[in-house]
């Protein structure tokens, strides 16, 4: 089991920058690809960005393409996804998924890939 806690969330306002971290705990000896989604009520939980366990991949969602940064540094155990020129239509919830990968290098983009999800954190961006 893994367990997943989101922070970082908050109110900012248009063009401004949030920086949301996910930390692991659990069994985190394995080998875990990790995601963000988000949510608005009424819709379909979202695939913003994922990131393969060795770090070198990452995929992003058209929409947030080269205005959000993933990472992660797996010595502590945590994903960070910087969040840059924020949009009034960024605002949701954000959730911090997590999956045993097939190997080192995979990455995913559909949420049924996850095994783990945190409990998300909220996102609000004023116009």
């Known amino acids: 089991q893994v367990q997943l806690v989101e922070s970082g969330g908050g109110l900012v306002q248009a063009g401004g920058s949030l920086r949301l971290s996910c930390r692991a705990s659990?069994?985190?000896?394995?080998?875990?690809?990790m995601g963000w989604f988000r949510q608005t009520p009424g819709k379909e939980r979202e695939f913003v960005a994922a990131?393969?366990?060795?770090?070198?991949?990452?995929e992003y969602a058209d929409s947030v393409k080269g205005r959000f940064t993933l990472s992660r540094d797996n010595a502590k155990n945590t994903v960070d996804l910087q969040m840059n020129t924020l949009k009034p239509e960024d605002a949701a919830r954000y959730y911090c998924?997590?999956?045993?990968?097939?190997?080192?290098?995979?990455?995913?983009?559909?949420?049924?890939?996850?095994?783990?999800w945190g409990q998300g954190t909220q996102v609000t961006v004023s116009s």
């Open positions: 998924a997590a999956t045993p990968a097939y190997s080192g290098n995979s990455f995913y983009r559909r949420a049924i890939s996850y095994n783990y």
């Open positions: 990131i393969s366990w060795s770090g070198s991949y990452t």
């Open positions: 659990g069994r985190t000896s394995l080998s875990y690809a």
